[in-house]
């Protein structure tokens, strides 16, 4: 497994997915609507349309990884912005979101940096 970390760069495509698509599609999804490089070392973010579904897509050494994760009830927390295509998110804020915790009832200490 890839481990994720902090020095990953993370995007979030703000479309809806049709999760029959893997490699090929997603790779068109990156380098077509939101304007990146596929193979640059960041992880994409796509949701499905119930979001209830979640994709991560990365290139490691020599091939690209598609790590996927269905919820069998509820939701993950929709992440929106004014961005129309894609959003980047901190490793902390990917976390949460996997991990089912609502970053609007994050509070960050005063000595940390927000996101």
Do not use: A
């Not at 991560?56 to 996927?68: E, I, N, P």
């Amino acid at each position: 497994m890839i481990p994720f970390t902090s020095q990953h760069r993370y995007f979030v495509y703000q479309g809806i997915v049709d999760f029959r698509k893997s490699f090929d599609g997603l790779f068109g999804i990156i380098k077509h609507s939101m304007g990146s490089n596929p193979l640059d070392g960041n992880v994409y973010i796509f949701f499905n349309k119930r979001y209830n579904q979640i994709r991560l897509m990365v290139y490691d050494q020599g091939g690209l990884v598609l790590l996927s994760k269905r919820l069998e009830r509820g939701t993950f927390e929709t992440i929106n912005s004014e961005n129309q295509t894609n959003t980047q998110i901190t490793w902390t804020q990917l976390m949460c979101v996997i991990q089912g915790i609502k970053m609007t009832s994050l509070q960050y200490r005063k000595w940390t940096s927000s996101p």
